[in-house]
């Protein structure tokens, strides 16, 4: 299998058809460690990727396909020519086989600092173990699934207001992608999109220049490769 699909070249020579390009939002990372998964379900257990950037606020795009599909999504570092491009992989993934990806349940991916992801599980620990004791305190058994659910959001929507993330279904039925802060205890933000035609597994691919420095980071919705590379690599994984 090749280092990355071979529409990823055209993207970096800007002779890419088919597919236009839309401004996003900004990410803000601040602390040089990117995280690439589906915020809805994965986000509390997500890794990120072995290789880092500067931190700073960086402009995030979206590649939409005519019929309206997102074809991917890209973080772009710097404007230097790319000359490579390499599959990013999270710590433990230096072995593995073919393009590693992230899981998607709910047809939504993102890009998020590590350092929002840390601040966010933590204070979710916190909220949840506070909600539960109120929602205890009122009765609710937790059996009754329905009950304790509408209980639960009650009580956190009275202690820390709406779940950060409860926005995103709406946001992107407006928009190609949206930007939220997780946490008031760091500066990062998360930008979601929609992920290519909804559920799977998508990997993604650093661009780098002569100096393997980093331009862009790219997550391929895999609506876009040919059936013959798409063949080559069911042969790989065999």
């Known amino acids: 299998m090749s280092d990355a699909p071979d529409w990823l070249s055209e993207l970096a020579a800007s002779s890419l058809e088919d597919v236009t390009e839309v401004d996003g939002e900004r990410i803000l990372v601040t602390s ?123 009580h956190r929507a009275e202690l820390v207001g709406v779940d950060p993330l409860a926005s995103l279904e709406t946001s992107l039925q407006k928009k190609p992608a949206t930007a939220v802060r997780l946490t008031r205890a760091s500066d990062a933000n998360l930008v979601a999109f929609r992920s290519g035609s909804g559920d799977g597994i998508y990997a993604s691919f650093w661009g780098l220049d002569a100096k393997r420095r980093p331009i862009c980071l790219v997550t391929d919705f895999g609506l876009l490769s040919p059936e013959d590379e798409d063949e080559d690599e069911d042969e790989d994984a065999v």
């Open 32 to 154: 040089g460690s990117i995280v690439a998964c589906d915020p809805l379900v994965f986000l509390s257990g997500a890794d990120p990727f072995a290789r880092t950037v500067k931190p700073g606020s960086y402009p995030v795009a979206i590649g939409k396909l005519s019929e309206g599909e997102n074809a991917y999504a890209i973080i772009r570092f710097a404007e230097r020519p790319i000359v490579r491009f390499e599959v990013a992989r999270c710590p433990g993934e230096e072995d593995a086989e073919g393009w590693p990806g992230y899981g998607v349940d709910s047809g939504i991916g993102c890009f998020v600092d590590l350092e929002a992801v840390e601040h966010f599980v933590r204070e979710e620990n916190t909220v949840a173990e506070q909600v539960s004791a109120k929602v205890a305190e009122e009765g609710v058994e937790p059996g009754d699934v329905l009950s304790y659910h509408a209980a639960f959001e009650r």
